[in-house]
Structures are given as C-alpha cells and as structure tokens.
C-alpha cells in the first residue's frame, strides 16, 4: 500500500525534488519526435477496414497525401495492416500520438512511424535441368 502511495505521489508530482526531476525526465523523452519521415504504420486494423475509414479516422491530425489499407490478391480483404502518409513529418507526429492505441472498427490500432522496403532478392529459377533431362520440381519430387 505504502508503494502504491508513493508511486501516486512521484507520478501526480505532490512528492519533494525527487518527483520534479523524474516529470522533468519523462516530459523530456515524451516531447522527443522520433519520426523522420510523414509515412506512418498502421497495425491492429479490422478486416472491415477500408481506405475511406483510414483516411476518416486519420484526416483531423493534418493533410493526409495517402491512406492505403494493404489487401490481400485473392480475397481482396484486409491484412490487417496500412499506411498513412502526412504532408509534413509534424502533422505525422501529432497522428502518431494521437490515435497510437485507439479504438478504430472495434479494433485497437497501433501507429509507428514507417521503415523503408527492404529489397527482396533476386528470384531464383524454377527448375534445374540435369544431363539425363529429368528436372527437380520440389513441391513433388522427380518428373521427366
């Protein structure tokens, strides 16, 4: 009990000298932006989830330049996952902190800034051939 009082106090800043510092030291980490590009990462969405309901929920943070719900090819339903891209990284900041852990289509979302695609590699071909003309196909065996 005595732990949980003076977690309260450090916390609501009632305590002595030692409080202000640590209010000093967390406003310090929580007014830090880390982001460095506009493009943010949306994760946790609804497969009911559309671009429209994206760009809806993320408008009144600044000009959005993009909202893109990532679908998948064949049943052309949410992954569960999109972007947003701001006009400016200050805007994307505000989102970011905004609606990081809020509620959108009864799902909690969560916003962290964008990293650059990774380069896929090179495909690899399909088949070798062999001398005998036999090829090796891997998701069945041998055929000829």
Known sequence: MAFASSFRRVLTG???SVS???QSQFSSIRFTSTLTTPKLFIS???RLTTDEKLKEAFA???QLVESKVIT???T???KGFGFVTYATVEEAERAKEGMNAKFLDGWVIFVD????REPRPPPQPE????ETGFRTNKTVGWSG
Do not use: E, H, N, Y
Request: hydrophobic letters at 25%; aromatic letters at 8%; zero cysteines.
């Open 14 to 16: 009632s305590s002595s």
């Open 113 to 116: 800034p964008a990293k650059p």
């Open 127 to 130: 088949s070798q051939t062999f």
């Open 44 to 46: 946790g969405l609804s």
């Open 76 to 78: 052309g339903s949410s």
């Open 20 to 22: 202000s510092v640590v």
């Open 72 to 74: 998948d090819r064949v």
């Open 60 to 62: 009144p943070f600044g």
